[in-house]
């Protein structure tokens, strides 16, 4: 025997009927989940384009202060009153004009230290006192500056103790 479902006074639904109304509700809800997935695709794909998005911006900003930093190692370089500073100074110091124009490099660009090496690997002047007399032969971007003419290195300073991208020119 079969249980009573109906309610006294109702008019009696047949089974068949029950079963095309379940049947319409499942059909509801897969649209809506169906829906619904298309909307998280939708977002996701949304998300990965802001990403990228932000992403490209942050890659333009950083070649950009990155050639401005090429740029400023191509004028120290090739500046002749630099040379002759860093050429009349000894034990590894150069004076200290030289030292507040690298503090302002230093502060112009937004980086942590600006400093310059002699052929040997030693610092020579910096935006940094901590850095000047320090050797940094041993470092991958004094080398490959030195192999190359020019590099770019991601590390960890062993004076700052900071995460940085260390730029040579040689």
């Given at each position: 025997?079969?249980?009573?479902?109906?309610?006294?006074?109702?008019?009696?639904?047949?089974?068949?009927?029950?079963?095309?109304?379940?049947?319409?509700?499942?059909?509801?809800?897969?649209?809506?989940?169906?829906?619904?997935?298309?909307?998280?695709?939708?977002?996701?794909?949304?998300?990965?384009?802001?990403?990228?998005?932000?992403?490209?911006?942050?890659?333009?900003?950083?070649?950009?202060?990155?050639?401005?930093?090429?740029?400023?190692?191509?004028?120290l370089s090739n500046d002749e009153r630099i040379c002759q500073d860093l050429n009349t100074h000894k034990q590894g110091k150069?004076?200290?004009?030289?030292?507040?124009?690298?503090?302002?490099?230093?502060?112009?660009?937004?980086?942590?230290?600006?400093?310059?090496?002699?052929?040997?690997?030693?610092?020579?002047?910096?935006?940094?006192?901590?850095?000047?007399?320090?050797?940094?032969?041993?470092?991958?971007?004094?080398?490959?500056?030195?192999?190359?003419?020019?590099?770019?290195?991601?590390?960890?300073?062993?004076?700052?103790?900071?995460?940085?991208?260390?730029?040579?020119?040689?």
């Amino acid at each position: 025997m079969q249980p009573d479902f109906s309610v006294q006074g109702a008019i009696p639904v047949p089974r068949q009927r029950w079963t095309v109304i379940a049947l319409c509700v499942l059909i509801v809800l897969v649209l809506l989940l169906v829906q619904l997935s298309t909307l998280r695709q939708a977002s996701l794909k949304f998300g990965i384009a802001h990403n990228r998005h932000a992403l490209d911006t942050q890659q333009q900003t950083l070649r950009v202060n990155l050639d401005l930093i090429r740029g400023y190692a191509h004028f120290l370089s090739n500046d002749e009153r630099i040379c002759q500073d860093l050429n009349t100074h000894k034990q590894g110091k150069g004076s200290e004009e030289l030292n507040k124009a690298l503090v302002q490099i230093a502060s112009l660009n937004e980086v942590n230290a600006a400093f310059l090496l002699d052929a040997n690997g030693l610092c020579v002047a910096s935006s940094k006192p901590s850095f000047v007399g320090n050797n940094y032969s041993f470092r991958p971007y004094f080398i490959r500056a030195l192999q190359n003419g020019e590099s770019l290195y991601v590390a960890q300073g062993v004076t700052s103790k900071q995460l940085g991208i260390y730029f040579g020119l040689a």
